[in-house]
């Protein structure tokens, strides 16, 4: 009879393609990215994207001068921004903009000052909102389950997070390695990090995933460097669509963090570690029932957990 873990991995497998209707609109996320990653945008046009990816309900209705108040540039700066992006000037990106806010606020439900009784309240409030999002990011999986392919193949698998990120990185690699054969784990940066994946790749290692969330270190955007530069590709999670460190990925997944508390929360890159995991678990569910079947056993020999 299997555990109740390897009943999930059965059970919860990602099924390729768009889901219908929800599919039908593209969430907003998806739809800005579009826009803005082709084009190759100046650290201060990448401030606006940002900016405009975080706040495109509100910011989708501003004028061209408190944009440029908001996001600390010059009109110009955002008039030519919108040329970048393919569009003949402020107004007509605007226009598209003003869409996709609507379409935004179409499909999520208001949010009433009555819910926001206390700051408690509002910091799992914006959690919600992160998750509707990743929701509709959801709608269409098959990143996801490429890049969890990929990562399923590479042996060794290694797992990167500094600082902050380093909990996020350990979760990731803690279930990680009851269904791959060879997770390396790198929380320290500097040399230590650049000689963990230098070995991985001489190792046969293919892919780094890395997490970076706020604040980014600079030896982050080094070890994402180092990693290029020894031939790994990047899988990345973070909650910037676009900057320094996502340029050195080559597949991004941005998720929101709540910021309403003193201390950040991540219950959407939890998720999105997750997801990675379960396509992780599909790409080879052979192996994977293998290996847990294997941890049970074990598990079981040596007395790890309490019965329940």
Do not use: C
């Amino acid at each position: 009879m299997p555990s109740p873990q390897q009943a999930r991995a059965q059970a919860s497998a990602i099924t390729s393609g768009r889901a219908a209707p929800e599919a039908e609109t593209a969430a907003p996320t998806i739809r800005l990215r579009e826009l803005f990653d082709g084009p190759r945008l100046s650290p201060g046009q990448r401030r606006i994207a940002q900016y405009l990816i975080e706040h495109i309900t509100e910011a989708a209705f501003l004028s061209i001068t408190d944009l440029a108040e908001r996001v600390g540039v010059s009109q110009p700066s955002v008039t030519r921004f919108a040329a970048a992006v393919g569009f003949s000037g402020y107004p007509a990106l605007r226009e598209k903009l003003q869409a996709i806010a609507l379409s935004a606020l179409g499909s999520t439900p208001a949010t009433t000052a009555e819910k926001r009784s206390n700051e408690l309240q509002a910091a799992v409030d914006a959690e919600i909102a992160n998750l509707e999002n990743m929701r509709r990011d959801f709608a269409d999986p098959d990143q996801v389950i490429a890049v969890g392919r990929a990562l399923s193949r590479s042996t060794p698998l290694t797992v990167l997070g500094l600082r902050i990120s380093g909990s996020l990185a350990e979760y990731f690699a803690y279930a990680a390695r009851r269904i791959h054969p060879d997770v390396r784990l790198v929380t320290r940066g500097g040399s230590v990090a650049y000689d963990a994946l230098l070995q991985s790749r001489e190792a046969g290692g293919t892919w780094l995933l890395a997490f970076s969330m706020p604040r980014h270190g600079q030896e982050t955007l080094t070890a994402l460097r180092v990693a290029h530069s020894a031939g790994l590709k990047v899988a990345l999670i973070t909650d910037l669509a676009l900057g320094p460190v996502a340029d050195e990925a080559d597949a991004v997944f941005t998720t929101g963090t709540g910021s309403r508390l003193v201390f950040d929360s991540y219950a959407a890159p939890v998720l999105m570690s997750a997801a990675l995991l379960q396509a992780m678990t599909d790409a080879d569910p052979e192996r994977t029932q293998a290996r847990l079947e294997e941890y049970e056993q074990i598990a079981e020999q040596h007395q790890f957990f309490l019965k329940d």
